[in-house]
């Protein structure tokens, strides 16, 4: 079979047509308008009920508070493990360690729960360096 050559003229493909607008100017600016009136609707003033101060003060003794839940149990298990250490154990050395390990977890603990009643009972006395017990 011969290969024929195509002699009609190429033409180029027809240019697409431009969709219409699916929105109007109009109708953007009214959709502009009610997105900003939703969001002043939906904003509400925020008022201080108190000062900066007050507010930091109830944020570190709810931190502390935690801090002193964590740090209790965690003085728990660790005793727990240390006393258990020291009555199933056949070695002297392990008895010690776990007796030096059971007296600092208690002063450590002591220690952080002491200056939470510090804290909290002591320092109100001196408000304003005065006494006012």
């Not at 009609?8 to 109009?26: I, V």
């Not at 009920?49 to 728990?76: C, F, G, H, P």
Request: charged share 20%.
């Amino acid at each position: 079979m011969k290969k024929t050559i195509d002699s009609r003229p190429k033409t180029l493909p027809e240019p697409k047509k431009a969709r219409p607008r699916r929105f109007s100017a109009a109708g953007l600016a009214q959709c502009a308008v009610l997105c900003m009136a939703l969001s002043v609707m939906y904003c509400q003033p925020v008022f201080a009920a108190t000062d900066v101060w007050t507010k930091a003060r109830e944020i570190m003794q709810d931190v502390y508070n935690q801090i002193v839940l964590i740090s209790t149990v965690a003085a728990i298990v660790t005793a727990s493990v240390a006393l258990l250490m020291m009555n199933f154990s056949r070695s002297g050395k392990t008895v010690d360690e776990s007796r030096a390990w059971l007296k600092r977890i208690c002063i450590s603990w002591i220690v952080l729960n002491g200056l939470g009643f510090i804290m909290a009972y002591i320092t109100p006395f001196f408000a304003d360096g005065k006494w006012t017990g």
